[in-house]
């Protein structure tokens, strides 16, 4: 079990790795002006999204998902689990809305400006606060 738990947290650190990194480029690249360093966090974007976002995440719920239905942690845990889980959705939610962007992006349908990026980038740190307050403590 603590090898699935160690995979776990691994790939959790990995993703959430590139929602922070993800929309600090959204940050750069709302803010370039000229094609090439618009093609060039074009490419950064992409690569980021699809090579490592998005295995991690996918890799994460595989772990989670591991620990609940083999070891049954967290199911009869209380509320707490369920609150961490609420949070897991809201963070795919992020996830996939952040691909939205990246298209956006892609297809130069941009209309946002650096200052919400930099407020679109905070997101997950609460995110991360809550989940690993609810996990680790287990308040209720």
Known sequence: ML??????IIFMVTWFAGLFYLPRLYVYHAMSDDEISNDR???????????????SAVLTAVFGLWLIFAYGLGIDSGGWF???????????????????L??????????????????FNEFPVLI???AIIL???QPF
């Open 135 to 137: 996990a680790v403590v």
């Open 102 to 119: 990246m298209l956006d992006f892609k297809y130069d349908r941009n209309q946002r400006s650096h200052v919400y990026f930099r407020w």
């Open 41 to 55: 966090f074009k490419v950064m974007e992409r690569k980021l999204f699809y090579g490592i976002m998005t295995p």
């Open 3 to 8: 090898w699935v738990k160690a995979f776990h």
């Open 128 to 130: 991360l606060i809550g």
């Open 82 to 100: 369920h609150a961490k889980m609420l949070l897991v959705l809201l963070l795919i939610g992020y996830h996939v809305f952040c691909g939205k």
